[in-house]
């Protein structure tokens, strides 16, 4: 058998490890930040209705712009945006790439603060970029000064804010964006896939898009909306920025089947968030109760929490494993992270990580 290593592959992909996530077969699987709630029939059956419609042209090209898609996700939100300012990819993962291919790529970097999210660094080496990690206070937040002095000392091309952030759960302040925004020439990325689990009166960074040309604000509908399977992920930003994103897509990226399903998705979006006060409500409940076993549970903005002074994360993450729990071993010392899933799935996981604890 050919080995990679054998293969003409560029050497800056050399050595490289590709995202991965377990998946296996457990019946409490909590390690990937899904919405473990199914889609409510009512918005399931609008949602095959327009798939059959759009199946009946599916020998033609997909909609190029995806218009009404994009009309939707600017109505959803709001802020007095246009269609224009909106663009979507199979999920938020192929919206950053589609930002990196723009203004990132060889010669250039670009910069995140660690710990975040893992596709960060991928993306970016992938596309031929230079990753460059950031640091974060101990308890993982930032202030607006030292992001601000660490964005202008490495001078990116591209900055990656995840806001609230992953892996960690972490808030970012407003003014950490526009401080980091200003001390910065490129494109700064916001990333809030996990913003409709923040609470009601967080400021989402699109309210400061208004004159900022060069910040982006990136969505998913993987968590809230409970679409992790139909791969759909959104941006907001200044309509040159767009302009730019069309250089580097693929024709018709996005299938006319995708972008009925979304639609109708948006179309209920009330009811689709309709999952998350319970989502937040399990997740608070989750940090209580590994604070009363014994661990600490960090703050969390998010549809997950990280917990930590666990002795030995490994050897927890496989007793959770044998009791069929799937949670995630993030790599951070002695911490792991377990998504908010159903009232049952959370009761499962907290069972299993008691039994840890009281030896049985």
Known sequence: MTRLEDLPIRDDLRGLVPYGAPQVALPVALNVNENTHPVPDEVASDILDSI????????????REFTALREGFADYLGN??????????NGSNEVLQHVLQAFGGPGRRAFGFTPTYSMYPLLTRATGAEWVAGERASDYTLSP?????????ADPDVVFLCAPNN??????????????????????????AYIEFAPRDA???????????????????????AFAGARVGYLAADPAIIDALRLVRLPYHLSAL?????????????????????????????SATVEAL????HPSWTNFVLFGDVDDPRATWQALYDRGVLIRDVGIPHHLRVTAGTAQETTAFLDALASLESGA
Not at 260 to 284: C, F, N, W, Y
């Open 80 to 89: 007095g945006l246009l269609p224009e300012q909106i663009w979507a990819a």
């Open 52 to 63: 059959a419609r759009a199946l009946r042209d599916v020998n033609r090209y997909p909609d």
């Open 167 to 192: 892996p960690t759960g972490t808030p970012l302040p407003i003014d950490v964006i526009t401080a980091v925004y200003e001390a910065s020439r490129g494109i700064v990325i916001v990333d809030e």
């Open 203 to 225: 400021v989402s960074a699109i309210s400061l898009l208004g004159g900022r040309e060069r910040l982006v604000v990136s969505r998913t509908m993987s968590k809230a909306f």
């Open 294 to 297: 014994g661990f600490r549970a």
């Open 145 to 153: 000064q030292s992001a601000a002095d660490q964005v202008a000392a």
């Open 258 to 286: 995708t972008q009925a399903a979304a639609s109708a998705a948006l179309r209920h979006a009330d009811v689709m968030l309709g999952m998350v006060d319970e989502i937040v409500a399990q997740r608070d409940r989750i």
